[in-house]
């Protein structure tokens, strides 16, 4: 008779305990939209093209976007033109900034490279000086090389993307850049406002461009900003994020986020600066590894 008091205490635990294994599932909410996150990435951030045409091919919902530099690019032209075909609007992008330069180049008495221009303006300070500028000259048989303008790229991109405003995009889009503040750097979010001017902003590098302001700078350069993963479940929690990384480093986030990550790492070695021009086998190859990334994840069940 003594014992019947522990068997009852016993059930009554065991009762409780499946109880609230059931609740905490129960609550357990499914994600409430799927959220493709971008990395940097200088040219190898180009796969990104190749990984959100995947997605799309696999009827995979892109609820919104998140990129930050490279991947701000490419994100910022899907998530303007979802219907569109990425690689033509990554063409017709570099056809304004060719026209861009070419319209100041002639107001200037030079003769520029677009593309060899482009190229350095996205490789995050990957090329010297001398290389950057050999691949000016190659990339468009200049003569002589003008100087590299973020305003120029802000501007034509700003034409391109017909002064599209953030909270106005079929895609809810969201891009990060770094402000100088009197206790150092801090990340702030693009979430309103220009597109264009995010995307420049994202993209600045004022080791590059010597009218790049200080006032906004690429956040390449911070771990956690690298793969925004957890700027991008701040900005929209209980999502399903898929992580495109491109770095060759893990994404840095803390585990107990409010999200499901599901981060696919893109192997790519160095990629040529002749990617940039869209066209080619380095550009068709550095696409095809974040098609060929997403297939496997897709493939394998890790999304």
């Known amino acids: ?55 799309v091919e696999r009827g995979v919902p892109i609820d919104c976007v998140v990129g930050n530099s490279m991947g701000a690019l490419v994100g910022s032209l899907y998530a303007s033109a ?78 391109f993307l017909r002064s599209a405003r953030i909270e106005d995009l079929p895609v809810p889009f969201a891009t990060f850049y770094q402000e100088p503040t009197d206790e150092g750097l801090q990340r702030v979010a693009a979430t309103q406002g220009p597109l264009a001017e995010a995307v420049a902003s994202s993209a600045a590098n004022p080791f590059l461009f010597e009218d790049a302001s200080l006032q906004r700078i690429d956040p390449g350069a911070d771990r956690v900003s690298a793969v925004p993963v957890h700027d991008a479940c701040t900005l929209f929690p209980r999502s399903r994020l898929i992580a495109i990384n491109v770095t060759g480093e893990p994404a840095f986030y803390r585990p107990d986020l409010d999200c499901e990550v599901h981060e696919i790492r893109v192997p790519l070695g160095a990629t040529s600066v002749e990617a940039f021009r869209g066209t080619g086998e380095a550009f068709e190859a550095t696409w095809q590894a974040g098609h060929d990334a997403v297939l496997r994840a897709l493939d394998d069940g890790g999304i």
């Open 1 to 55: 008779m003594k014992r019947l008091p522990r068997v009852t205490l016993l059930a009554v635990l065991l009762v409780a305990t499946a109880s609230c294994r059931r609740s905490g599932s129960a609550l357990r909410k499914a994600p409430e939209r799927t959220c493709v996150v971008l990395s940097v990435g200088s040219a190898r951030g180009l796969a990104h093209l190749g990984a959100l045409d995947a997605l």
């Open 82 to 159: 979802p219907e569109d075909d990425l690689r033509t609007r990554y063409r017709a992008f570099l056809h304004e900034y060719e026209r861009e330069t070419v319209h100041e180049a002639k107001k200037r008495g030079a003769v520029g490279a677009a593309v060899g221009m482009l190229a350095v303006l996205l490789s995050g300070g990957a090329l010297g000086p001398a290389l950057a500028a050999g691949a000016l000259g190659a990339a468009g048989g200049a003569s002589s090389v003008p100087e590299l303008s973020h305003e120029r790229f802000a501007k034509s991109l700003d034409v």
